[in-house]
């Protein structure tokens, strides 16, 4: 009796561990996501109120560009590194090998995107948006590229290891550094849209070099045949990967593109209050999403299916009920907090966010487990399903903002965000129902 007993305590104590260090996960998760949309929210405000609508408007449409630029100039490798890491995180030799490999693809990766960039800026500032001065901003987001490709590999590394507190700490501290250094351009050297744009550069720059250094142990120079065998593994999950993370950018970012090019940048400014008050609603199931995806890796690698689908239904039902109760309170005091935060031009924004709202409310919920398919091995999937929703999205946004203006664009995401939720949960039910 002394042995079973002494047994099931330890038993109880590892169960208790496990939990434990869940629940530590998340909080250093959302502690990371939590920092960077809080300082995301206060630099809006701060620049809303320095540059206002129309500078504010610029930024969003160089920030909007540089959001999108990431996901293809790390091409997935991060996310890649976070499934396969999880996988063979017992066999240090395999995963010095992925991550060595992730290293070399991602500079190579983020340099052609921003060579691309940085050859297309004066089309895509003067051609397309009609803002000439976008285009020396533009060029300083190319040089950024390779270093957030080096970036978000080591962070899909550490998220793969499940190392959520130096996740959380390298994402604290670039956020807490452009903010810091944004401020310093714009109020204290009046440098304008240009020092905001400087703000974030030189942050990614220098949090790319100490990333670098953070894998030094990690790295190892693979022979070439090893190089290109793994680097046709990752990249062929990348490829699906990054296309579907941009997919669900285009989905809740083709809209302030989109007014930018048929509106003047004061409305994309109106547009941007409306949309960073919005991120509130996806700032806890982001960070829960940072636990389940390598989850839910781990344990369709064990074949343990009945604990996915307990933790995609708890996890989605727990969300929705946090995210309802946020609604309201936006519903009913989110015109005071528009007007407070920013100041009374922004007061437009209003309405554009009451819609946005319905949208996101739903999609929230999917969001903390949005990583599902790339966890269970089909990426494919995730993109073809979220490219049917983005092209709607596109097509609704090209219709109705000409028409209906910023109404007309937050329609046309919270639809699409809504049928993008509608898709994705009916085939997550279809194959949890087959394991």
């Known amino acids: 009796m002394f042995f079973i007993n002494k047994f099931v305590n330890a038993r109880q104590y590892i169960l208790n561990y496990r939990a434990n260090k869940a629940i530590r996960d998340v909080q250093w998760s959302f502690l990371s996501i939590a920092t960077s949309s809080l300082a995301h929210l206060l630099l809006r405000i701060a620049l809303g109120k320095e540059l206002g609508p129309s500078g504010l408007g610029t930024y969003t449409l160089v920030f909007t560009i540089y959001i999108l630029g990431t996901e293809f100039a790390a091409f997935g490798y991060g996310s890649a590194l976070t499934n396969y890491i999880a996988k063979y995180k017992n066999d240090t030799s395999k995963s010095k090998e992925y991550i060595s490999s992730g290293v070399i693809g991602s500079i190579v990766s983020g340099s052609i995107i921003g060579i691309i960039l940085y050859s297309f800026s004066e089309f895509i500032s003067i051609s397309f948006f009609h803002t000439p001065e976008m285009v020396a901003l533009l060029r300083i987001t190319a040089v950024c590229f390779p270093f957030i490709a080096i970036q978000k590999v080591t962070l899909g590394t550490l998220n793969g290891f499940q190392k959520m507190n130096h996740f959380a700490m390298i994402n604290i501290l670039q956020n ?24 974030f550069a030189v942050p990614t720059v220098m949090i790319g070099f100490m990333a670098l250094l953070y ?14 065998n793994v680097l046709k593994e990752i990249t062929w999950f990348g490829f699906y990967l990054v296309l579907g993370n941009s997919i669900n950018m285009i989905n809740t970012q083709i809209g ?13 400014g109106y547009y941007a209050t409306a949309v960073v008050i919005m991120q509130g609603i996806t700032l806890l199931p982001s960070a829960v999403q940072q636990v389940t995806t390598p989850a839910i890796a781990t344990y369709y690698g064990k074949k343990e299916y009945s604990n996915i689908k307990k933790l995609v239904y708890a996890t989605m039902l727990k969300i929705f009920l946090i995210e309802f109760t946020f609604l309201i309170f936006l519903a009913i005091f989110g015109k005071y ?15 554009p966010m009451l819609v946005l709202s319905l949208g996101y409310l739903m999609y929230a919920p999917w969001v903390s487990i949005g990583a599902i398919f790339a966890s269970i ?3 494919n999937l995730s993109f073809k399903l979220n490219g049917f929703c983005a092209v709607l999205n596109i097509i609704l946004n090209i219709l109705l903002i000409p028409k209906f203006g910023l109404i007309g664009a937050a329609s046309a995401t919270t639809f699409s965000l809504i049928l993008t939720l509608i898709i994705n949960l009916y085939f997550v039910i279809r194959y949890i129902r087959n394991y």
């Open 215 to 228: 894998l030094r142990k990690l790295f190892s120079l693979p022979s070439r045949i090893l190089l290109v």
């Open 176 to 199: 807490t550094l452009v903010f810091l250094i944004s401020i310093f351009f714009v109020f204290f050297l009046k440098m304008g849209v240009t020092g905001a744009v400087i703000g």
């Open 377 to 379: 091995g089909k990426v």
């Open 256 to 268: 302030s593109l989109l007014i930018g090019r048929f509106m003047s940048d004061t409305d994309v």
């Open 337 to 351: 907090i528009i007007v407070i935060l920013f100041s009374e031009k922004f007061a437009p924004a209003y309405v």
